[in-house]
């Protein structure tokens, strides 16, 4: 070996020491006394994306940061695939991180199950892909994960966006097959944990017909959904609400997209016996990018989500939380994804949090768009 060969290796050496030093710089973080949130509003929350968040000290900072920008609720996703590598073999060691960081902030967390361990499923499908086979599966990951989080976590959302083929194992839609998923799931957590509440929906709002390649419309599915039977099998409807290019204030129209349509879910809700129920919006706002053709400017994006909180808060009180997405994603994802963040990923707040901040704090006093 010639002695560049060395130095070459030594070097390589040497950057993976400094690199593996620095991510090990913070491997743990201690927890501070209990917090509260305070805000004017406390039906206020976000979607977080700790899943592949591997660092403590960034855990803690992103709940921290939501707790400042005055946010009392998150919705999380917990991977059945990492929770459960194998057949009745829990690992809960991240989960519980990020569980216990919620609460020492004093956030209510929401969370959502799914993405399937290659164990539950067929050779070579993909990780959202769950037939009847795998649904008792399921519904025991479900009782598992309720009976450990018992007291901790008291809200769970059965599957996301079922409505779509590409969140339901690129498959075509299956309204009923959901609610045998659901049934199966809400009897199982149930029977371990009786307080908890079992979110069902989470639909994604589209406008494509029936024999559509890529999903049905929300309003169609939820109807079929209650045709199957699914009403004794939730407690609370989980909705997506997102705006586009439509201001909040913008009327429910079953042809268009925009953040009301929620409301055209609710009548769905009441004309089928379950006026009662609430609605937490798990998913919704608006995006900021420069060029693409759904999104809004900058100051429409933070006028409109803040309307939006304001308008779930005075209106709407069977919805209680609405839950915008994202807070912040671990890297970047290099596409308009990255205009649905309120912090990047070095935690700088982006003109939106500051904005959603100051309202939370009651800066805001505008009662209308034109106001602000």
Same mark, same amino acid.
């Given at each position: 070996m010639s002695k560049v060969t060395v130095r070459f290796f030594a070097l390589v050496a040497l950057v993976a020491v400094l690199i593996l030093a620095g991510r090990s710089e913070r491997p743990w973080v201690e927890f501070g006394p209990q917090q509260p949130v305070i805000s004017i509003? &406390?039906?206020?929350?976000?979607?977080?994306?700790?899943? !592949? $968040? *591997?660092? +403590?000290?960034?855990?803690?900072?992103?709940? $921290?940061?939501?707790? $400042?920008?005055?946010? @009392?609720?998150?919705?999380? %996703?917990?991977?059945?695939?990492? #929770?459960?590598?194998? &057949?009745? *073999?829990?690992?809960?060691?991240?989960? !519980?991180?990020?569980?216990?960081?919620? #609460?020492?902030?004093?956030?209510?967390?929401?969370?959502?199950?799914?993405?399937? +361990?290659?164990?539950?499923?067929?050779?070579?499908t993909a990780h959202l892909y769950l037939d009847e086979n795998g649904y008792d599966a399921f519904a025991r990951f479900v009782a598992a994960f309720a009976d450990h989080f018992r007291g901790r976590v008291n809200y769970i959302i059965i599957w996301n966006e079922p409505n779509l083929s590409q969140e339901w194992g690129y498959r075509p839609v299956d309204p009923a097959g959901y609610t045998e998923l659901l049934r199966r799931a809400y009897s199982a957590a149930k029977a371990v944990n009786p307080d908890v509440k079992i979110l069902g929906g989470a639909l994604a709002p589209t406008l494509a017909p029936p024999g559509s390649e890529w999903g049905l419309n929300d309003l169609d599915y939820l109807q079929a959904m209650y045709d199957a039977g699914a009403a004794s099998y939730f407690d609370i409807l989980a909705a997506h609400s997102y705006g586009w290019t439509f201001g909040p204030d913008e009327p429910a129209n079953p042809d268009a997209v925009n953040f009301s349509r929620v409301e055209l879910l609710r009548e769905i809700m009441a004309r089928n016996g379950d006026a009662d129920k609430h609605v937490i919006i798990t998913e919704g706002?608006?995006?900021?990018?420069?060029?693409?053709?759904?999104?809004?400017?900058?100051?429409?994006?933070?006028?409109?989500?803040?309307? #939006?909180?304001?308008?779930?808060?005075?209106?709407?009180?069977? *919805?209680?939380?609405?839950?915008?997405?994202?807070?912040?994603?671990?890297?970047?994802? @290099?596409?308009?994804? !990255? %205009?649905?963040?309120?912090?990047?990923?070095?935690? $700088?707040?982006? +003109?939106?949090?500051?904005?959603?901040? @100051?309202? #939370?704090?009651?800066a805001v006093v505008g009662r209308r768009l034109g106001d602000w």
């Amino acid at each position: 070996m010639s002695k560049v060969t060395v130095r070459f290796f030594a070097l390589v050496a040497l950057v993976a020491v400094l690199i593996l030093a620095g991510r090990s710089e913070r491997p743990w973080v201690e927890f501070g006394p209990q917090q509260p949130v305070i805000s004017i509003n &406390p039906k206020m929350g976000v979607h977080t994306r700790l899943t !592949d $968040e *591997v660092e +403590p000290w960034k855990i803690q900072r992103t709940f $921290e940061m939501v707790r $400042e920008m005055g946010a @009392s609720w998150t919705v999380e %996703y917990f991977l059945w695939a990492a #929770a459960e590598p194998a &057949p009745g *073999v829990y690992n809960w060691t991240h989960a !519980d991180l990020v569980v216990d960081h919620a #609460a020492n902030q004093g956030i209510t967390l929401i969370a959502r199950l799914g993405y399937v +361990p290659e164990w539950a499923r067929p050779p070579r499908t993909a990780h959202l892909y769950l037939d009847e086979n795998g649904y008792d599966a399921f519904a025991r990951f479900v009782a598992a994960f309720a009976d450990h989080f018992r007291g901790r976590v008291n809200y769970i959302i059965i599957w996301n966006e079922p409505n779509l083929s590409q969140e339901w194992g690129y498959r075509p839609v299956d309204p009923a097959g959901y609610t045998e998923l659901l049934r199966r799931a809400y009897s199982a957590a149930k029977a371990v944990n009786p307080d908890v509440k079992i979110l069902g929906g989470a639909l994604a709002p589209t406008l494509a017909p029936p024999g559509s390649e890529w999903g049905l419309n929300d309003l169609d599915y939820l109807q079929a959904m209650y045709d199957a039977g699914a009403a004794s099998y939730f407690d609370i409807l989980a909705a997506h609400s997102y705006g586009w290019t439509f201001g909040p204030d913008e009327p429910a129209n079953p042809d268009a997209v925009n953040f009301s349509r929620v409301e055209l879910l609710r009548e769905i809700m009441a004309r089928n016996g379950d006026a009662d129920k609430h609605v937490i919006i798990t998913e919704g706002g608006w995006n900021d990018h420069p060029r693409w053709t759904r999104a809004v400017r900058p100051a429409q994006r933070a006028a409109y989500t803040i309307r #939006a909180y304001q308008k779930a808060q005075e209106e709407w009180p069977w *919805v209680d939380a609405l839950c915008t997405w994202a807070f912040r994603y671990p890297r970047l994802a @290099s596409t308009y994804q !990255d %205009y649905y963040t309120f912090v990047d990923v070095d935690f $700088e707040p982006k +003109p939106i949090y500051l904005a959603v901040q @100051s309202y #939370a704090q009651g800066a805001v006093v505008g009662r209308r768009l034109g106001d602000w």
